[in-house]
């Protein structure tokens, strides 16, 4: 891919790039609606990304060209003319890390030329915004000689996606893919950041993201509504405890203390995030055990809370699980990202594995009448030079 990317942006620009710059998709294995609830989330980055062929200018300006938005062209600004523009699309993502980096003091002497092109398939929920974010920071870091903190540019580009994008994203999808090990899930603390690597070794399985098809479409406005709904909770909690999150409870000291939340259907919200924790710290254990078996079940745990306690599945999702449930192939498979539509990710034994995907496509459009999409998936490094 890189000698792909170097010949397309020679194409463009006439002459070979500098540089090349790489950052994943990443997906979440588990721990879902736990991170805004004070909980830990279980993302890894993934094989498939952003790639940017870079080369400095001589002057101000910054040319960029995608090999997914030929109809878009190249797109040319000033690094002193760092404002949102919607007829700059998709460049929008990396003029918004500029922006944010100046702020930080983080100024560019200047511009540069770049080709980009991602391999992350489109709607699958994988992030690609987060991806080109961190593709463009690092390559900016790296020709302008700031030496950043890592961490400090992964938040940066999530500050670039809350304000200059303007979409209220937490922080995993940018830390996942600027902290990223090849091989490895992380287990992260979305509040304080304290995170650790956990080796995911898949041996004779392999990981698969399986699109319903199904537009995202009710997920922001019940992302708004669960949320204000495990507030309640823990407003009704903090009448006799004396926590700032729900997730600081084990299970047993949210069923000891239960009462104190009258809503029934807060509870179940509650319930589902505590637990959630619980299976996500359970889950980390037992991947570093290697043991593949109960990490499958802890996956399909996930799934049937989400759907009864936290109901943000919906019809396809649920058919797409129930599917690879079926199926001797598959140790585990739950939803993934916000809900209402996106994507499935599955733990699949190699053996089979296209009779066991044929098979769960021909159930899930049975119940739908959709065709999934299926996406095998390795787990790779973070974003960074090749």
């Not at 991602?118 to 915004?129: D, F, H, K, Q, V």
């Not at 490895?184 to 995170?195: E, P």
């Not at 069923?255 to 029934?264: F, G, T, V």
């Not at 996930?302 to 058919?319: F, I, P, Q, W």
Request: hydrophobic share 35%; charged share 25%; net charge negative.
């Amino acid at each position: 891919m890189k000698e792909k990317v170097q010949k397309s942006y020679k194409e463009i620009y006439g002459h070979s790039p500098e540089r090349v710059f790489f950052a994943p998709g990443r997906v979440n294995l588990i721990g879902e609606h736990t991170d805004y609830n004070g909980g830990y989330v279980f993302p890894c980055a993934l094989t498939v990304g952003t790639y940017m062929a870079v080369s400095p200018r001589e002057d101000r300006e910054v040319h960029l060209y995608s090999g997914n938005f030929t109809d878009k062209g190249e797109i040319t600004f000033s690094l002193d003319e760092l404002q949102y523009e919607e007829a700059h699309d998709w460049a929008n993502y990396v003029k918004g890390v500029l922006s944010v980096f100046a702020e930080d003091g983080y100024t560019g002497t200047s511009g540069f030329n770049a080709y980009v092109y991602g391999n992350i398939p489109n709607g699958a929920g994988l992030s690609s915004s987060a991806s080109i974010e961190l593709a463009a920071a690092v390559a900016w870091d790296a020709m302008q000689q700031f030496h950043m903190d890592r961490i400090r540019m992964v938040q940066l580009a999530q500050k670039a996606e809350n304000e200059f994008i303007g979409v209220n994203c937490g922080i995993m999808d940018q830390f996942a893919i600027g902290m990223g090990k090849e091989n490895h899930a992380m287990l992260l603390d979305c509040n304080s950041l304290d995170y650790e690597y956990a080796p995911v070794e898949l041996k004779d399985m392999k990981l698969v993201i399986a699109n319903t098809n199904k537009r995202r479409g009710l997920a922001d406005s019940k992302y708004n509504e669960r949320r204000s709904e495990c507030e309640a909770a823990l407003k009704d909690l903090q009448q006799e405890l004396d926590i700032e999150y729900l997730c600081q409870l084990t299970p047993g000291e949210l069923a000891e203390k239960s009462h104190l939340i009258q809503n029934e259907t807060n509870l179940r919200r509650a319930k589902h995030a505590v637990k959630e924790n619980a299976r996500t710290v359970e889950a980390q254990r037992k991947l570093s055990e290697g043991n593949l078996a109960a990490f499958g079940k802890l996956m399909n745990e996930s799934h049937t809370s989400l759907r009864d306690d936290y109901e943000v599945t919906g019809k396809e999702l649920d058919a797409l699980a129930e599917a690879a449930w079926n199926q001797e192939g598959v140790i585990g498979s739950r939803m993934t990202g916000a809900g209402f539509g996106g994507c499935t990710v599955s733990l699949v034994k190699k053996t089979g594995m296209d009779q066991t995907l044929e098979a769960i496509e021909a159930d899930y459009e049975k119940a739908t009448g959709v065709k999934p999409d299926f996406y095998v998936v390795g787990i790779g490094d973070g974003a960074k030079e090749l």
